[in-house]
T-cell receptor, first 115, second 117 residues
Framework: SQTIHQWPATLVQPVGSPLSLECTVEGTSNPNLYWYRQAAGRGLQLLFY??????ISSEVPQNLSASRPQDRQFILSSKKLLLSDSGFYLC??????????????FGEGSWLTVV | AQKITQTQPGMFVQEKEAVTLDCTYD???????LFWYKQPSSGEMIFLIYQGSYDQQNATEGRYSLNFQKARKSANLVISASQLGDSAMYFC??????????????FGSGTQLTVLP
């Protein structure tokens, strides 16, 4: 069965410091991968998605970047964090084949507090 | 314009009662999918139920059912026999066919459900 993991679960970072959140998926190949952000008490906003290795699409202009160095690995990064980057970050995956199902499944999430 | 609208920021229901969480959507695509997710205080997003726009019958999954009214563009979630563990934030989401290979979801703002003992 497929599983998704992301880490770290919680981190507190000073303004101006770098960020790296990592997500890996097991039990599937060539999945679509997503990074969503959820501000406190709000819905989810899509940040990035990837349909294959090295293929990254950004949905909103921001201080963050994403990379997909391997088929089942998705990384969210920043060179210099801003206070506004604080939030709950969720990695998600979905089978790229339409026959593999319609559902997007989420990781456990990472709580980022920028101080 | 909002693609997914959840008009109930918070809802209360008595344990063992049924509750309906509202969701309306806006799309011009003939093919789309509607999803409901549950987010407990731990933060993880748990998939509950899916309804395709061409599905003739309302989706059901255990105590969850989706009241799909296509003409009204509504996809309300019905939870029967509420349990204390149902207390969580609930999100409605939509995938449009225009999203292409990305197939990403657009989420509503959520409804916080509290089940009272």
């Amino acid at each position: 069965s497929q599983t998704i993991h992301q880490w770290p679960a919680t981190l507190v970072q000073p303004v101006g410091s770098p960020l790296s959140l990592e997500c890996t998926v097991e039990g599937t190949s060539n999945p679509n991968l997503y990074w969503y952000r959820q501000a406190a008490g709000r819905g989810l906003q899509l940040l990035f998605y990837s349909v294959g290795i090295g293929q990254i699409s950004s949905e909103v202009p921001q201080n963050l970047s994403a990379s997909r160095p391997q088929d089942r690995q998705f990384i969210l990064s920043s060179k210099k964090l801003l206070l506004s980057d604080s939030g709950f970050y969720l990695c998600a995956w979905m089978g790229a084949d339409r026959n593999s199902g319609n559902t997007i499944y989420f990781g456990e999430g990472s709580w980022l507090t920028v101080v | 314009a909002q693609k997914i609208t959840q008009t109930q920021p918070g809802m209360f229901v008595q344990e063992k009662e049924a509750v309906t969480l509202d969701c309306t959507y806006d799309t011009s695509d003939p093919s789309y999918g509607l999803f409901w997710y549950k987010q407990p205080s731990s933060g993880e997003m748990i998939f509950l139920i899916y309804q395709g726009s061409y599905d003739q019958q309302n989706a059901t999954e255990g105590r969850y059912s989706l009241n799909f009214q296509k003409a009204r563009k509504s996809a309300n979630l019905v939870i029967s026999a509420s349990q204390l563990g149902d207390s969580a934030m609930y999100f409605c989401a939509m995938r449009e066919s225009r999203s292409g290979s990305a197939r990403q979801l657009t989420f509503g703002s959520g409804t916080q459900l509290t089940v009272l003992p």
